[in-house]
C-alpha cells in the first residue's frame, strides 16, 4: 500500500531518514519504534506529504504522494493537534470531518453512539471549544475524527500519549478491531507494550535507519524490552 524508495531527509545537511527500501502492505499494523529522534515523525510526515523529501520518493498505492491527491480520499491521519480546528467544538469539527467524507448528521451521531465509553459525553456533545480541552481531551477528538470515515489506510503518531490508562485500553482494541475490518494502520509509540500487543509488524529505527523489522511473535516484547533496556 505504501512504498519508500531511496527516502532520504536531510536538514542542514544532517541526514535523520534514510531508508532504502521499505513496503507496508495492505491490511497490516505496522507500529514505528524508536528512541527520541530516531525519525519516526519524520518517517510519517514524508508518507502524508507534510515535508519534502531530500531523495527519494513515497508511493501510494504506486503514486507519488507529492504527485497526486488521490491517497487523500482513503488515508485519515492524526500526527498532532495542529490537525484540529481548535476553535469548533468537537461535535462541529467531527460533523465537518463528516461532511468531508459525505456522512450526515445522523451518521456521525450513530459512529459516536458506537464509540461510546471513549470521550466523556459532557465533553464531546459540550460548548467547549476544542482550543480549551486537556491534551488527552485534543487526541481523543482527533483519534475520533480519524476513525469516522474507516479509512483504508491510518496513521498516527504516539496516540497514546496523554490518554489515560483505560482510554489506552479502549484504543488498542479499537485499533485491532479496524485492522481486522480492513483498515490497514501505521503508528508510532513508545509504548513497547501497547505496539507489541497491537502490531503485526514492527519496525525499529535508530537514527533514521531500519535497524529492525520483526513480525509479531510470542517474543517481541522481550526483544523490544533487550533493546531500549528496560
Ligand atoms: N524542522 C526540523 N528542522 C531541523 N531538524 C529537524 C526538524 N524536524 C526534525 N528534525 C530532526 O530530525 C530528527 C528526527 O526527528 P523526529 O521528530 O522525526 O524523531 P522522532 O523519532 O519522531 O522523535 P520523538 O520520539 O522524540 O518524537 C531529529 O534529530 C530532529 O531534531
Known amino acids: 500500500m505504501i512504498q519508500l524508495n531511496n527516502l532520504q531527509k536531510e536538514y542542514k545537511g544532517k541526514l535523520v531518514l534514510d531508508i532504502p527500501s521499505l513496503t507496508l502492505e495492505k491490511g497490516e499494523l505496522l507500529g514505528l519504534v524508536g528512541n527520541n529522534g530516531a525519525g519516526k515523525t519524520t518517517l510519517l510526515s514524508l508518507v502524508l506529504d507534510l515535508i519534502q523529501p531530500s531523495q527519494g520518493e513515497v508511493l501510494s498505492n504506486g503514486i507519488g504522494v507529492a504527485m497526486s491527491e488521490h491517497w487523500k480520499v482513503y488515508t485519515a491521519a492524526y500526527l498532532d493537534e495542529n490537525f484540529l480546528i481548535t476553535h469548533l467544538t468537537?461535535?462541529?469539527?467531527?460533523?465537518?470531518?463528516?461532511?468531508?467524507?459525505?456522512?450526515?448528521?445522523?451518521?456521525?451521531?450513530?459512529?459516536?453512539?458506537?464509540e461510546k465509553g471513549f470521550m466523556a459525553e459532557d465533553l464531546l456533545y459540550g460548548?467547549?471549544?476544542?482550543?480549551?480541552?486537556?491534551?488527552?481531551?485534543?487526541?481523543?477528538?482527533?483519534?475520533?475524527?480519524?476513525?469516522?470515515?474507516?479509512?483504508?489506510?491510518?496513521?498516527?503518531?504516539?496516540?497514546?500519549?496523554?490518554?489515560?490508562?483505560?482510554?489506552?485500553?479502549?484504543?488498542?482494541?479499537?485499533?485491532?478491531?479496524?485492522?481486522?475490518?480492513?483498515?490497514?494502520?501505521?503508528?508510532?509509540?513508545?509504548?513497547?507494550?501497547?505496539?507489541?500487543?497491537?502490531?503485526?509488524?514492527?519496525?525499529?529505527?535508530?537514527?533514521?535507519?531500519?535497524?529492525?523489522?520483526?513480525?509479531?511473535?510470542?517474543?517481541?516484547?522481550?526483544?523490544?524490552?533487550?533493546?531500549?533496556n528496560v
Open 90 to 114: 468537537p461535535m462541529e469539527y467531527l460533523r465537518f470531518v463528516g461532511r468531508l467524507h459525505d456522512l450526515n448528521k445522523a451518521d456521525v451521531e450513530a459512529f459516536l453512539e458506537r
Open 127 to 228: 460548548t467547549t471549544m476544542i482550543r480549551d480541552l486537556s491534551k488527552g481531551n485534543k487526541v481523543k477528538v482527533g483519534i475520533l475524527s480519524v476513525l469516522l470515515s474507516s479509512p483504508a489506510l491510518l496513521v498516527l503518531d504516539e496516540p497514546y500519549v496523554n490518554l489515560d490508562p483505560s482510554s489506552q485500553a479502549w484504543l488498542v482494541k479499537r485499533l485491532k478491531k479496524a485492522n481486522e475490518e480492513g483498515t490497514t494502520v501505521l503508528l508510532s509509540s513508545h509504548d513497547l507494550n501497547h505496539v507489541a500487543k497491537l502490531s503485526t509488524r514492527i519496525v525499529l529505527l535508530e537514527e533514521g535507519k531500519v535497524v529492525e523489522d520483526m513480525q509479531t511473535d510470542d517474543h517481541l516484547l522481550d526483544r523490544l524490552e533487550q533493546y531500549f
